[in-house]
């Protein structure tokens, strides 16, 4: 009895145990089933919901062929609110959208599905943990992608395995700290360790057209014999490019002979190979980085180090490894490359110095960095970089110091300045034009047997005597006026330009007589004064014309001109004398001095006074100083702005060496042979061709035409 009740009780409390665990059990899913159904079209990570609040985003690879894991992470700064890379030494990274490029696709990340609760399937499905232990032949092993916020908190955790056949986008995930393998749709190309991709991408802020000049120094450093190292120096050469012609000129070429340099000017048939300089200004264009090394401490921005640096045997060692050598320059001390240097100088005036150090086939580029890699340059550099050292100058030679001009200290500097300035306008050309016009005398008339003889020369001819003694300006004017109406106006269409021509117009005389000046006329306006004619001089004993002279002047013909002779007089006759005044005048009016009206209106100007000069001379004083002030100023902002941007540069070149391919390296490295070409010689002229022909051609076959010869 007392046994049966006991495992009544013993039933009974069992029962009561059971049920008060089936109702307080926790929300976790007790069978598989209901796993799936509560979780299949939901997100894994509940909490992540704001990319900006990541502040860490770590990538953790492993190579299975190397063996060996690959960490990468990307922090924000507290302090500064940069993101840096504390994988590559905490170098500056320009990963802002980045980052949000890589944690937006975690958020609402929802499972379509889920392929297996079983552990022993991980491998299969490429979802082992790498940042666990792991052995060197371990397959299956995923990457780990894990987001963490300013207070360290995890806010997605996954790892990323292999993708799902016949299914675009999709991949086998799991958290690490669970066993279920999820089907998700994910975009993985944002998950990558490249590390160009995290970082501004061109290292020199340079266009190729923004290049002005290309130095090389091609030498070596080599080890010897005895310990130490030795230079060997091949040449320096210093080139400019002009973009008007789009051509480059060589403005130094210089080889070296028991260690002296000598000016070395191409030889005949050497020219440029320009195509060389091309590719290295596309290059440095396009420089880009695989990788970076913090430089050892003590040594400049500028790569100038003091003394301290030689005692420091391990940075020594630094820069030794990486093909870099200092050597003591008097108080300071200079760092040599293994492999040269290039310099780049740019229109706004700062010089690109690269210093290119040893190749190294440790620093080989990642499997993102070789993607990343155009198949060319990958097949030239074999997958080997080599370390490079930058730093900015400034280039003084793009900002001459201007020209300034001299202020007058005194009243009569500031005149002598004034007409120094004049000089130009005070030329015998210029003195000539504005010179007052002497007008010729009367012209002789010509006897009959000359006339025949040149009956249309003779006014040309005492046209050009009377141009001896005007301005050269104005004769000038005068012949081509005059000439052309004697000589090719004939009797009858003077007299058919008579009955057109209104009264104010000047008939033109006939072929046969000399036509009479117009400045002769004796009543025109604003003439200046000639000389009076003296009586021993037959030409000025010629009265004014009038219209019975012009009726009767001119050469005796033969009979068979008189009628042309009437014809003209004729139509002299019906041209006015107050026409041919107001013609003389019109002809006159235009060749006027500007001397005279200068000297006029310089007459009816009164003198300045000595308080008038004197506050001239401020103003003039004023003027030069802000002109000069501008100069300077437009000078030392061109300087300035130049050594900012140095400064700017070299602050982010300062504590890193650069590692580049080496396939970048050849075309940043111009040998002399890319430098220098020579031109082939020109083709012996083929044989059993014509001769070179006979002396002196043959009279009527047309020059360079050679004379055919046949059967």
């Not at 200046?528 to 004619?533: F, I, S």
Request: glycine share 6%.
């Amino acid at each position: 009895m007392n046994e049966g009740r006991t495992t009544a009780i013993f039933a009974a409390v069992a029962a009561i145990v059971f049920g008060l665990a089936w109702w307080t059990r926790p929300d976790a899913i007790s069978n598989e089933q209901d796993l799936e159904a509560s979780i299949v079209g939901k997100p894994i990570f509940t909490s992540f919901t704001d990319p900006s609040a990541a502040t860490s985003f770590q990538i953790v690879k492993f190579d299975e062929t190397l063996g060996q894991r690959e960490r990468f992470e990307i922090t924000k700064d507290k302090s500064s609110n940069m993101w840096k890379l504390p994988s590559h030494d905490d170098y500056p990274a320009d990963a802002a959208e980045q980052v949000r490029d890589a944690t937006t696709p975690l958020i609402d990340l929802q499972v379509l599905g889920i392929q297996s609760f079983d552990r022993g399937d991980h491998s299969l499905l490429g979802v082992i943990n790498p940042d666990e232990d792991v052995s060197v032949a371990e397959t299956g092993v995923g990457m780990l992608v894990r987001v963490k916020d300013a207070e360290s908190t995890v806010l997605a955790n996954l790892i990323v395995g292999k993708a799902v056949e016949n299914a675009e986008n999709q991949h086998y995930v799991r958290v690490p700290t669970e066993d279920a393998v999820y089907i998700v749709e994910l975009n993985t190309a944002p998950f990558t360790t490249d590390f160009k991709k995290w970082i501004k991408g061109k290292l020199l802020d340079v266009q190729s057209f923004d290049i002005a000049k290309i130095g090389l120094r091609d030498y070596a450093v080599l080890p010897m014999q005895g310990g130490g190292y030795g230079m060997s120096r091949n040449f320096n050469a210093d080139l400019n490019f002009d973009a008007s012609s789009n051509k480059w000129a060589i403005e130094r070429f210089g080889t070296f002979s028991n260690g002296q340099e000598v000016e070395t000017p191409l030889a005949p048939g050497e020219r440029l190979q320009e195509s060389s300089l091309n590719a290295l200004r596309d290059a440095v264009q396009d420089l880009e980085i695989v990788g970076v090394r913090r430089k050892p401490s003590g040594l400049a921005a500028d790569l100038k180090a003091d003394k301290s640096l030689m005692e420091n045997q391990e940075s020594l060692t630094s820069l030794y490894s990486q093909g870099f050598f200092p050597q003591e320059r008097g108080d300071e001390v200079e760092i040599y490359a293994t492999g040269g240097e290039t310099l780049v100088g740019t229109t706004d005036g700062v010089n690109y110095l690269l210093r290119f150090g040893e190749t190294d086939s440790s620093t080989r580029a990642s499997e993102d960095d070789e993607e990343g890699l155009e198949e060319e340059d990958e097949l030239e550099s074999g997958g080997l970089s080599r370390f490079l050292l930058v730093t900015a100058q400034v280039d003084h030679s793009k900002f001459p110091v201007p020209e300034l001009k001299p202020q007058p200290e005194t009243v009569e500097e500031m005149l002598q300045m004034e007409r120094a300035d004049a000089e130009p306008e005070d030329s015998p050309e210029v003195a000539a034009e504005e010179a007052p016009l002497e007008l010729p005398d009367a012209p002789v008339q010509p006897k009959a047997e000359e006339a025949e003889t040149a009956p249309a020369a003779e006014p040309k001819e005492s046209s050009e005597e009377a141009s001896e003694e005007a301005s050269e300006e104005a004769s000038e004017e005068a012949a081509s006026e005059a000439a052309p109406a004697t000589e090719e106006a004939t009797p009858e269409e003077a007299a058919a330009a008579a009955e057109e021509t209104p009264p104010a117009a000047e008939a033109p005389a006939p072929a046969s007589e000399p036509a009479t000046p117009a400045a002769e006329v004796t009543d025109a306006p604003a003439e200046p004064a000639v000389d009076e004619p003296t009586a021993t001089d037959p030409e000025a004993e010629a009265p004014a014309a009038t219209e019975e002279d012009l009726n009767s002047c001119g050469p005796q013909e033969a009979d068979e001109d008189e009628p042309e002779q009437e014809t003209a007089t004729e139509a002299s006759e019906e041209t006015p004398d107050e026409d041919a005044t107001e013609d003389a005048d019109a002809d006159v009016t235009p060749a006027e001095p500007a001397a005279a009206e200068s000297a006029e209106e310089a007459a009816e100007q009164p003198a300045e006074t000595q308080e008038e000069l004197e506050e001239r001379l401020a103003a003039v004083r004023e003027q030069i100083g802000k002109e000069n002030q501008r100069l300077l100023d437009a000078h030392k902002e061109g300087v300035e702005k130049a050594t900012r941007k140095a400064q700017e540069l070299n602050a982010r070149f300062a504590d890193w060496y650069y590692i580049v391919s080496d396939s970048v390296y050849k075309k940043l490295k111009i040998s002399r042979e890319q430098l220098i070409t020579t031109e082939p010689a020109a083709p012996a002229a083929p044989g059993g061709g014509a001769g070179a022909g006979f002396p002196g051609g043959i009279p009527g076959l047309p020059p360079g035409l050679s004379p055919q010869f046949g059967n």
